[in-house]
T-cell receptor, first 114, second 114 residues
Framework: AQSVTQPDIHITVSEGASLELRCNYS??????LFWYVQSPGQGLQLLLK??????LVQGIKGFEAEFKRSQSSFNLRKPSVHWSDAAEYFC????????????FGGGTRVLVKP | DVKVTQSSRYLVKRTGEKVFLECVQD?????MFWYRQDPGLGLRLIYF???????EKGDIPEGYSVSREKKERFSLILESASTNQTSMYLC???FGQGTYNEQFFGPGTRLTVL
């Protein structure tokens, strides 16, 4: 069965600074990988996804993520954080064998300092 | 835009009550999902459905049941609510059978069981 670990529960970053959120997955074959964001009081919104091909994936809101098979990682990055990026971020893994099911990590809450 | 709506944003119930959480999507999606979200645990899949009248257990189905009588509607039922079912419940939907597509989420229902 697949699993996802997000090692950082909370991250505080200053506005304008860079942000990197870590995600490690466990799955025997090539996974489908996703990053979702949940703003306060909102449902989850897809930031980006990786299925195959180029390992550097561009998403919405200026985010990108890099798939590294050798490290079983799919870290999310943003070069310059805005106050509106304060939210909770979830990494998820899916697999065709799992029948469209997603397994989510525990989430990372990002606080942005002025 | 895909819209997934949930019947209540906040719900307070008493132990032993039967609770219905309703979810409706307007994009003719085949797949629908119910998750619960708890701090530090991320989202955990309760039940999902690939088609009308079809349902499959997720990772934590105990204490829950579901109903899908119409394609657009997926209901989560707590037969006898307990305090450990106090949580945020998220509904999601996605398109496609046997292929992997983005899940679209509703805003969530925060359920408190007293």
């Amino acid at each position: 069965a697949q699993s996802v670990t997000q090692p950082d529960i909370h991250i505080t970053v200053s506005e304008g600074a860079s942000l990197e959120l870590r995600c490690n997955y466990s799955y025997g074959a090539t996974p489908y990988l996703f990053w979702y964001v949940q703003s306060p009081g909102q449902g989850l919104q897809l930031l980006l996804k990786y299925f195959s091909g180029d390992t550097l994936v561009q998403g919405i809101k200026g985010f990108e993520a890099e798939f590294k098979r050798s490290q079983s990682s799919f870290n999310l990055r943003k070069p310059s954080v805005h106050w509106s990026d304060a939210a909770e971020y979830f990494c998820a893994v899916g697999a065709r064998a799992a029948g469209n099911k997603l397994t989510f990590g525990g989430g990372t809450r990002v606080l942005v300092k002025p | 835009d895909v819209k997934v709506t949930q019947s209540s944003r906040y719900l307070v119930k008493r132990t032993g009550e039967k609770v219905f959480l309703e979810c409706v999507q307007d994009m003719d999606h085949e797949n629908m999902f119910w998750y619960r979200q708890d701090p530090g645990l991320g989202l955990r899949l309760i039940y999902f459905s690939y088609d009308v009248k079809m349902k499959e257990k997720g990772d934590i189905p105990e204490g829950y049941s579901v109903s899908r009588e119409k394609k657009e509607r997926f209901s989560l039922i707590l037969e006898s609510a307990s305090t450990n079912q106090t949580s945020m419940y998220l509904c999601a939907s996605s398109f496609g059978q046997g292929t992997y597509n983005e899940q679209f989420f509703g805003p969530g229902t925060r359920l408190t069981v007293l």
